[in-house]
């Protein structure tokens, strides 16, 4: 991630992961330094809605790899919720129904 934003991902519910967060300064080429990291690999796997830019330069910076789209891995990654993700999904729910609620009394002619 840019430094700038290194602060609010260790400060946000990723940073409590334990992963690795690897900062890049401005000048810095994020994609080269991604495939710094992985090394000689066969196969990488990329978001199904990543933006064509990035693709491209992935393409660029893992020339040996094959690109291909990572939705059926992620898709079960993201269908598991952690009891406060369930909680908050709940939250979210009441919420807009509250607000679905609302709406008839604010209708009407004009």
Do not use: N, Y
Request: hydrophobic residues 50%.
């Amino acid at each position: 991630m840019p430094r700038l934003e290194l602060a609010a991902a260790q400060a946000s519910p990723a940073g409590a992961l334990g992963l690795e967060m690897i900062p890049w300064e401005e000048t810095d080429d994020p994609f080269a330094l991604v495939a710094g990291r992985l090394g000689q690999v066969a196969t990488v796997g990329l978001s199904d809605r990543m933006w064509a830019l990035s693709v491209l330069k992935f393409r660029d910076a893992l020339p040996g790899a094959r690109l291909a789209l990572a939705g059926r891995a992620l898709r079960t990654l993201r269908i598991s919720k952690t009891p406060a993700e369930v909680a908050a999904l709940r939250e979210a729910g009441a919420a807009i129904d509250r607000v679905h609620a609302r709406v008839p009394a604010g209708c009407g002619p004009g």
